[in-house]
């Protein structure tokens, strides 16, 4: 399994886990660390880093809290700031606010 991971310098990585990651360990402030031969690694969990590494595969980010996929995005109010995404069963509706 390939997971982005910040390394010790603050630079993202694509890291296959199950060849480069020795152990994980918590860091005891809720966050998990991945320790490789080589440096100590930390997953994304602020929404931000996960927009700015999403953005490049066609996903934005509409408030604080949200981040969605414009590819299956189906309709979109600029009147009302709601975008719609349809499955196969259900009607979801998401508030298109700026971040």
Not at 10 to 18: A, D, E, F, I, P
Not at 25 to 48: I, M, P
Not at 52 to 74: H, Y
Request: proline residues 4%; charged residues 30%.
């Amino acid at each position: 399994m390939i997971l982005p991971l910040f390394d010790s310098h603050g630079n993202l990585n694509m890291v296959n886990v199950s060849e480069e990651i020795l152990y994980l360990q918590t860091d005891g402030f809720g966050g998990l660390r991945f320790y490789s031969d080589r440096d100590e690694l930390r997953a994304l969990k602020l929404v931000e880093e996960w927009s700015d590494l999403l953005s490049r595969e066609g996903f934005m980010r509409m408030d604080r809290g949200t981040i969605v996929n414009l590819k299956k995005v189906s309709d979109f109010d600029p009147k009302l700031g709601i975008l719609e995404i349809r499955t196969a069963d259900k009607r979801i509706c998401l508030p298109a606010t700026e971040p």
